[in-house]
């Protein structure tokens, strides 16, 4: 890694714990709105349909308003709950209101960005919403770690698409032979740096990927 001079983060599922702070998330808003359903009968059916939306988001075939709303309804639809358009639009507004105020790290998160920010540049790209993604960095105290910050608003485009990371490069004023993508997705964060001329590390477990791979984000440091 001796040509390596900048890193690019992920952020949901990455640094930040997403799956933790939504589920806080929906009990808070649950609560709100008296939702009367089991969260854990909620989000078993709620993060195979969210993982789906997001898919179709990414490739382009859904908007932001669209994720946000048919994500809700389907999930209510499976568990036969009652549910009207404007409670749906109510609860999807809240959870993005709720959501940055939720701030759990993964492990290490801190430790290892203090490691790496003597030794490279840090950078976030993320196919989140630019609001609720700068909160979400600026609440949890990650902002001052990252020299710059790309969403997929910012670039018009969302990762894997190479015009982001072209963006993203363009923007921290370095190369893609001098850059290092880490995230948990295979598709969107490695394919899309790979293709993109970046070398990648995958935050996750798959048997059958032969890259460069971490479960722990304090093995970077044997890595970086």
Known sequence: MKEITDIFFDLDHTL???????ELTFETIFKKYKVDLPLKEFLDVYLPVNSKYW????????????????????????????????????????????LPHHNHLFPDTFDVLNYLQNKYKLHIITNGFYEVQHKKL????????????????????????????????????TKNTNSIMIGDNLEADVEGAKASGLEAIFFGNEPTYE?????NLNELKKIL
């Open 16 to 22: 930040w714990d997403f799956d933790k702070n939504s």
């Open 55 to 98: 898919k179709l988001f990414r490739d382009g075939k859904i908007e932001q308003e669209n994720l946000r709303f048919q994500r809700l309804n389907e999930v209510f639809g499976i568990l036969k709950y009652k549910s009207s358009e404007q409670l749906i639009n109510d609860l999807s507004q809240a959870y993005i209101d709720h």
């Open 138 to 173: 600026g609440n949890s105290k990650l902002t001052p770690y990252f020299k710059t910050i790309t969403t997929s608003e910012d670039a018009g485009v969302k990762k894997p698409n190479k015009i982001i990371f072209e963006f993203a490069l363009d923007l921290a004023k």
């Open 211 to 215: 890259g460069l791979q971490i479960q």
